[in-house]
């Protein structure tokens, strides 16, 4: 199996799972804190891989079937679908 068919697979097991409670937040809270230590670091390396770290994580977080990009489909179609008071 290629590396592009490895990808592949595990985005679609990814893509097949249910998303936990605050799985965005806690990613969106480790590339927060990537990022600040990339800031602190003196080593330009570790500047480097902690912020591409870091922004791949916000990313993520941002992305995906429970992310930002759910909530901005829900706000298009007119609210979230929780009971109304």
């Known amino acids: ?8 697979k595990i985005k679609q097991v990814d893509a ?4 936990y409670p605050g799985e965005h937040l806690v990613v969106l809270g480790a590339g927060v804190l990537l ?4 800031g602190r670091s003196r080593s330009f390396l570790l500047r480097i891989a902690a912020g591409a770290a870091g922004g ?5 977080a941002a992305s995906g079937t429970g ?3 759910k909530l901005a489909g829900a706000l298009q179609s007119g609210g979230l ?3 109304r008071r």
């Open 1 to 8: 199996m290629g590396l592009e068919q490895t990808i592949d």
């Open 16 to 19: 097949a799972r249910a998303d």
């Open 56 to 60: 791949a994580l916000i990313g993520r």
């Open 67 to 69: 992310g930002i990009a």
């Open 81 to 83: 679908p929780w009971p």
């Open 35 to 38: 990022l600040l230590a990339a």
